[in-house]
């Protein structure tokens, strides 16, 4: 990905950077600079860094369970609207996308498993609403029980989406499947895109990243189909340009 630079390298994993992320940090640690100083700036950032940190779980979560079906992943991406996990192939079964489509989320459920065990381990140390450690980790459980649900939204190629191509690729064809679920994604995004409007224009972001990524996905699979045709057309006419 172009303006990307990798911070580090995990499990054999690049983990990079996209420059417009640095936009995040910047915009909310000046929010909480102008609300309560230092101290709310230092808040600010920390909490996107802990975000951060639950997203590119997240996306190792994928990249693992990949792993498990010999996918490799060669880098992870963190942009402003998210992780982005690259993998050097499409899973060719649909049990194998399910799996990794809902490996993802399930990183957060974990995390969120955890978090809220924390929270209710330690009421009596972390006692008091204004306890600052205590907020920011109820702040991160509430935003990881909001990755789990909006990383379910059917809306190819979120996870969701994913998972919704694969239940449908087990009954149709993956063509009539991806069809299927790009299309549905289309749909959603144009959602987003409104309620982005009137509200979070970080949605109008997603809903165009979701929109483009569900075309190319779709030609993808278009291309992918004609080409089998072909082979399976050379085949039947014992057409030895195949080999
Ligand atoms: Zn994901």
Same mark, same amino acid.
């Given at each position: 990905?172009?303006?990307?630079?990798?911070?580090?390298?995990?499990? $054999?994993?690049?983990?990079?950077?996209?420059?417009?992320?640095?936009?995040?940090?910047?915009?909310?640690?000046?929010?909480?600079?102008?609300?309560?100083?230092? /101290? $709310?700036?230092?808040?600010?950032?920390?909490?996107?860094?802990?975000?951060?940190?639950?997203?590119?779980?997240? =996306?190792?979560?994928?990249?693992?369970?990949?792993?498990?079906?010999?996918?490799?992943?060669?880098?992870?991406?963190?942009? /402003?609207?998210?992780?982005?996990?690259?993998?050097?192939?499409? /899973?060719?079964?649909?049990?194998? =996308?399910?799996?990794?489509?809902?490996?993802?989320?399930?990183?957060?459920?974990?995390?969120?498993?955890?978090?809220? $065990?924390?929270?209710?381990?330690?009421?009596?140390?972390?006692?008091?609403?204004?306890?600052?450690?205590?907020?920011?980790?109820?702040?991160?459980?509430?935003?990881?029980?909001?990755?789990?649900?909006?990383?379910?939204?059917?809306?190819?190629?979120?996870?969701?989406?994913?998972?919704?191509?694969?239940?449908?690729?087990?009954?149709?064809?993956?063509?009539?499947?991806?069809?299927?679920?790009?299309?549905?994604?289309?749909?959603?995004?144009?959602?987003?895109?409104?309620?982005?409007?009137?509200?979070? /224009?970080?949605?109008?972001?997603?809903?165009?990243?979701?929109?483009?990524?569900?075309?190319?996905?779709?030609?993808?699979?278009?291309?992918?189909?004609?080409?089998?045709?072909?082979?399976?057309?050379?085949?039947?006419?014992?057409?030895?340009?195949?080999?």
């Amino acid at each position: 990905m172009k303006w990307s630079y990798r911070i580090a390298r995990i499990s $054999g994993i690049d983990v990079r950077i996209h420059v417009t992320f640095l936009l995040l940090p910047a915009f909310f640690g000046f929010a909480g600079w102008r609300d309560a100083g230092w /101290p $709310g700036a230092v808040g600010e950032v920390s909490f996107i860094a802990a975000l951060f940190f639950c997203v590119l779980l997240h =996306e190792f979560g994928h990249a693992m369970a990949g792993r498990r079906y010999g996918i490799r992943t060669p880098d992870i991406t963190l942009l /402003p609207i998210g992780g982005v996990a690259r993998m050097d192939q499409i /899973p060719d079964k649909p049990s194998m =996308e399910l799996v990794i489509a809902v490996a993802g989320p399930a990183v957060n459920v974990a995390i969120a498993t955890v978090l809220a $065990g924390i929270l209710m381990l330690t009421g009596g140390i972390l006692a008091g609403p204004d306890n600052t450690l205590r907020v920011m980790l109820h702040n991160l459980l509430v935003v990881n029980c909001g990755l789990i649900i909006f990383n379910m939204i059917p809306a190819f190629p979120m996870d969701g989406g994913r998972v919704l191509r694969a239940l449908l690729a087990m009954k149709f064809s993956h063509l009539g499947a991806t069809r299927v679920a790009a299309r549905t994604g289309q749909v959603l995004a144009c959602g987003f895109a409104v309620l982005g409007f009137f509200g979070n /224009p970080m949605l109008m972001l997603i809903a165009l990243f979701v929109f483009n990524g569900a075309q190319v996905e779709l030609q993808y699979a278009v291309q992918q189909d004609q080409y089998e045709q072909m082979l399976r057309e050379m085949m039947a006419r014992n057409d030895p340009r195949q080999l």
